[in-house]
């Protein structure tokens, strides 16, 4: 209880570091292990995270959707479709982790924090995958990026630190209030509509209030705009979820450390 947040926060850093190695055997064991059996096995791995982009692929080539900022539909949706499975994994990931093992983690050495980083394995796998497949629509359809790389990584990190940040603490509440999980998948499935994945929030009528206020759209446009067109009409409004996220990493950072140990004093 007398941690601050900075100490937790390297208290839980120096966690991962020092079961390292269990990690990664996790992730591997993880990864052969999920489609054992199967004829493609492995392949599964590869082919599963794309089937969510050809979905809107397929659509565009029905021609569902117009020209979008200068990007071809395909590659717009595709882009977009991946960062948003990324941010939103770092929501979803922890919660599945900490409803799944929590028995697990109270029995053994092996921290919560250990588990939760062994899943973020397989998801930047799958975010490496839908990456590769984006990359070669750009290089079909066009344009070639104007990238300004460090604004690029910061908008990245920015949002997924954010998003981190929210799935802890969602993961702690979700122990006492099991809706949680339910609810916040629902408004995710929503969520994808109203962040300018689709559709540009601004095209959107009412719904264009949102944009600002929304941070995946923040996050997904400002990282589209940094990767395509090498600059941002909007860095204000960036820099402002930025320091949220940077506020939320803290509170939820300490606020995790916290209550996995008191759970564990309580099992």
């Known amino acids: ?35 054992r059996g199967t004829k493609l096995g492995v392949l599964w791995n590869i082919i599963l995270p794309l089937v969510p982009i050809s979905v809107y692929i397929l ?29 939103t994994g770092m929501i979803t990931r922890p919660m599945q982790v900490v409803r799944q093992r929590t028995q697990e983690a109270m029995r053994t050495s092996i921290p919560l924090t250990a588990a939760i980083s062994s899943s973020f394995a397989q998801l930047s796998f799958d975010t490496l995958v839908r990456l590769v497949l984006v990359a070669a629509l750009v290089i079909w359809f066009g344009p070639v990026p104007i990238v300004h790389l460090p604004l690029l ?8 630190v954010f998003c981190l940040s929210l799935g802890l603490i969602l993961s702690i509440f979700n122990m006492i209030y ?42 997904i446009k400002s990282a589209r705009e940094y990767l395509f067109f090498g600059t941002h009409i909007d860095l204000t409004v960036l820099l402002i979820w930025s320091g949220v996220a940077l506020l939320l990493a803290l509170i939820a950072g300490r606020f995790f450390y916290v209550m996995e140990h008191r759970i564990r004093e309580i099992v």
């Open 1 to 35: 209880m007398d941690s601050n947040p900075i100490g937790a926060i390297g208290a839980m850093a120096a966690e991962i570091w020092r079961f390292r190695s269990h990690i990664s055997v996790v992730f591997v064991g993880d990864f052969r292990s999920a489609y």
């Open 59 to 87: 659509l565009v080539n029905l021609r569902i959707f117009p020209q979008y900022e200068g990007l071809s539909p395909a590659v717009y949706i595709g882009f977009n479709v991946t960062i948003w499975m990324l941010l």
């Open 153 to 160: 990584l910061f908008t990245l990190f920015s949002g997924m």
């Open 178 to 219: 099991p809706d949680i999980d339910r609810l916040t998948s629902i408004i995710l499935q929503y969520g994808i509509f109203m962040s300018g994945v689709i559709f540009p929030v601004s095209t959107m009528g009412p719904l264009a209030l949102l944009e600002d206020v929304n941070p995946f759209n923040v996050f």
